[in-house]
């Protein structure tokens, strides 16, 4: 396995590299004059693509200063903020930084701890002068809970995404009600363990601000459906929970009771190991979600 995981490691390594690469370009384009939006957008989808696999494989530092030049790159390329020469400079100031960070992760070669504060700092500094938009928001009061339509495209796991660990992440922000559409799940013959089929609703209890949701789902935000409403009095989930399933069923798995979903505890955490998208389901689990299919085999 670990073979396996230094081979994902090389090709990340490897495709980071070139999105770096990218990255600078598109912003020395940028810093030239250009307003092309589609520059913006490949500088965004650069800084997207690494942070997400940083944050899979757990390079911390790459990820959180990845997640601060995407959030500013989003803003820009939503139109809510002006393109100013000044993030320009900030953010290819943090591209040698990643590059620096990027060796550290591969060869154990420290960074210098003082630039990477530096360039985290400017780029805060740019993201502080939000204008109106984030103003306007924080005015709001937050709501007693949020109910969250999450369906992940077919490839998400392509992307080195895991719903269960979205999942996880949201159980640490408050309660978390959990429920499996099972309604895009095909036959077992025709299943293909590389594509999530699963959707989710879920229901987040509690006054958590909307930005700590959003953090949670940057990393998927182009590789999935996704609807984020605050709960009123009427509209908090009622979602039971139920023992640990997998979140691979059976085929024919009984269905719940509309006949497309399946309560599923918010505790995954154990039930499903994904790596590279395979599914290893653990011997409970695979009998509670198949108990219309007859007795599972005794557990060697």
Known sequence: MSMDLQRFHATYFEESREGLDAMEAGLLALEGGSLDPEVVNSVFRAAHSIKGGAATFGFEKMASLTHVLETLLDEIRAGKRALAASAVDAML?????????????????????????????????????????????????????????????????????????????????????????????????????????????????????????????????????????????????????????????????PAGGDGSSLPVSGHTGGALINLGGGAVLTPAPLKQVSGGMGPAPAAG
């Open 93 to 253: 100031g943090s591209v040698d930084v990643l590059r620096a960070l990027l060796a550290e992760a591969e060869l154990g070669k420290p960074a210098d701890p003082a630039a990477v504060a530096a360039v985290h700092a400017r780029l805060q500094q740019e993201l502080g002068g939000g204008g109106e938009t984030k103003a306007a928001a924080a005015a709001e009061p937050e709501p007693e809970g949020w109910n969250i339509a999450f369906a992940p495209a077919p490839s998400l796991f392509m992307s080195g995404n895991d719903p269960l660990r979205i999942i996880r992440e949201l159980e640490n922000l408050g309660p978390l009600d959990v429920n499996a559409k099972l309604d895009r799940l095909p036959g077992f013959a025709q299943m293909d363990p590389l594509e999530a089929c699963i959707a989710w609703d879920l229901g987040l209890r509690g006054k958590v601000p909307r930005s700590a949701i959003d953090d949670v789902f940057a990393w998927v935000v182009d590789d999935c459906e996704l609807d984020i409403q605050p709960q009123t009095a009427g509209t908090a989930a009622a979602v039971a929970t139920a023992p640990v399933v997998a979140a691979v069923p059976a085929a024919n798995a």
